[in-house]
């Protein structure tokens, strides 16, 4: 995966369940993106403050964004990278009908587990947690590649996680 743009596939960047905290080292293991995906539990809107410096953000709202600010988050949101659909929730929910609606990745959070499974042709990604320790697991996110359909093919989807250091 290239993250220096030297060919045209895309990096995006995909984090959740911040609780409100954007690390340093979030930050820069962001660097490069040229979209960011927050699939909800984002805590503050600092934390798309900070993103935004980055890259475009799409986010959720997820169960613990219950302040005002928070309203203004869709609990859902479509958005197309490289000409790849892509639907966030912050809890996945069935997702069995991803596929049905034309979604090629499903991105949810909640768990704080990174999990990246491909089912009936869609990419179903979970980054894990990227803000406080919790329930054992590691600090993570995941960037997602998408290397734009060429000659009539489909768009290539690769994933590759990033655990990132608490210190």
């Known amino acids: 995966m290239q993250r ?3 060919d045209s596939t895309i990096l995006v960047g995909v984090v959740s369940d911040t609780h409100g ?8 293991s962001l660097r490069g993106v040229e979209h960011i995906i927050h699939a909800g539990d984002v805590g503050s809107p600092r934390v798309l403050e900070g993103l935004r410096t980055i890259a475009p953000v799409t986010a959720v709202r997820g169960n613990c964004d219950l302040e005002e600010w928070a309203t203004a988050l869709p609990a859902e949101a479509r958005v197309e990278i490289g000409g790849v659909p892509i639907l966030v ?4 929910g069935g997702g069995g009908g991803a596929a049905a609606v034309g979604t090629r990745v499903m991105v949810s959070g909640h768990t704080h587990r990174m999990r990246s ?3 009936d042709g869609v990419l179903y990604l979970d980054p894990g947690s990227a803000g406080p320790g919790r ?3 590691a600090r993570s996110l995941a960037l997602l590649s998408i290397s734009p359909a060429r000659s009539g093919g489909s768009a290539q989807v690769s994933v590759e996680f990033v655990l990132v250091p608490e210190t």
Request: proline share 5%; net charge negative; charged share 35%.
């Open 89 to 92: 929730r912050h809890i996945a």
């Open 4 to 6: 220096d743009g030297g």
């Open 21 to 28: 905290h954007l690390y340093p080292r979030v930050l820069d």
């Open 117 to 119: 499974e491909e089912r």
């Open 135 to 137: 329930f054992g697991h």
